[in-house]
Nanobody, 122 residues
């Protein structure tokens, strides 16, 4: 049973923008905080943005603060990541996942999806 499906990645020049989307099954989405993660080649997966179950509180890694915006649509079980002012160091596979509760604490809860590749050229 596929629970998380990411989309929206692509190749973009530095300074450009992309909007990622994650479609989640209701069982993993409802009532849970969500996060976007990324994994660059040869590096560990890192958490870049979080949003509480109600959408009222968001959090960002320092490396993306001011450039990325996370949002969610609870009627559609989707979470988005708007990425602006992209840099070559943002190149990675991007994944979404859920937290166990409505706040973004602890490890990810669901099985990882296939991710979506973001490549930023200089």
């Amino acid at each position: 049973q596929v629970q998380l499906v990411e989309s929206g990645g692509g190749l973009v020049q530095a300074g450009g923008s992309l909007r990622l989307s994650c479609a989640a099954s209701g069982s993993i989405f409802r009532g849970r905080a969500m996060g976007w993660y990324r994994q660059a080649p040869g590096k560990q997966r890192e958490l870049v943005a979080t949003i509480t179950s109600g959408g009222g509180i968001t959090g960002y890694a320092d490396s993306v603060k001011g450039r990325f915006t996370i949002s969610r649509d609870n009627s559609e079980n989707t979470v988005h990541l708007q990425m602006n002012s992209l840099k070559p160091e943002d190149t990675a596979v991007y994944y979404c996942n859920a937290f166990r509760s409505g706040i973004a604490v602890g490890p990810p809860f669901g099985s990882w999806g296939q991710g979506t590749q973001v490549t930023v050229s200089s």
